[in-house]
């Protein structure tokens, strides 16, 4: 407690905010399956920017328990680093009401990475680790280990020099599908 002559003080004022404030942990969202894709991908700072190409790219309806399940290979933000200037200037500051022009910068990349269906890895693997996604290409998904893959568009060579696409975790449950965390978005062809 503080007794009233040190808040008088000099330092005394600092000393009684600093008293006054409660550190409020951040809020951890379950992988339950309780939670909707956007609310869970929204929640995790780490996945802001694919977020925010979700939005833009006018994927939202495509998503929630109305829509059907989805799958989505979701990127962390340092991810993106490679894109050019505009696309990551749209993500770190996503309009409220994007234009046609801005919507077609981001939706074949977002297009992509999402799939149709609740496609964890053991489904994935039922299906010849072959993935078709909403842009109707093929997307290869070779396991590295139980929740680790790498990914790999059909009839795209991969860039000399650039590391492969990879999952590093899979299998985040949400209401109305999942997510696999990648180490980078799978670009268009």
């Known amino acids: 407690m503080i007794d009233r002559r040190h808040a008088l003080g000099a330092g005394g004022l600092a000393l009684l905010l600093a008293a006054c404030q409660t550190v409020v ?3 951890i969202l379950p992988e339950d ?3 909707d894709l956007l609310t869970l991908l929204r929640g995790k700072p780490e996945h802001r920017r694919f977020a ?5 790219a006018g994927a939202e309806p495509r998503l929630g328990l109305r829509s059907g399940a989805v799958t989505l290979f979701a990127p962390v933000n340092e991810g993106f680093d490679g894109l050019p200037a505009p ?4 993500l770190d500051n996503p309009p409220a009401n994007p ?13 992509a990475n999402a799939a149709f269906g609740l496609l964890r890895f053991e489904d994935i693997a039922a299906r010849r680790n072959v993935v078709v996604t909403w842009d109707r290409a093929r997307l290869l998904v070779q396991p590295t280990g139980a929740r680790t893959a790498t990914l790999a568009r059909e009839g795209v060579t991969p860039v000399a020099g650039r590391a492969p696409v990879a999952v590093t975790r899979a299998n985040v449950l949400a ?3 999942v997510f696999h965390v990648t180490n980078a978005p799978v670009l268009p062809g």
């Open 25 to 27: 942990p951040p809020r």
């Open 33 to 35: 399956g309780t939670i």
């Open 52 to 56: 925010a190409a979700l939005t833009i």
């Open 87 to 90: 696309v990551l200037a749209l």
């Open 99 to 111: 234009t046609e022009a801005q919507r077609a910068l981001v939706q074949p990349m977002v297009f």
């Open 175 to 177: 209401a109305d599908g």
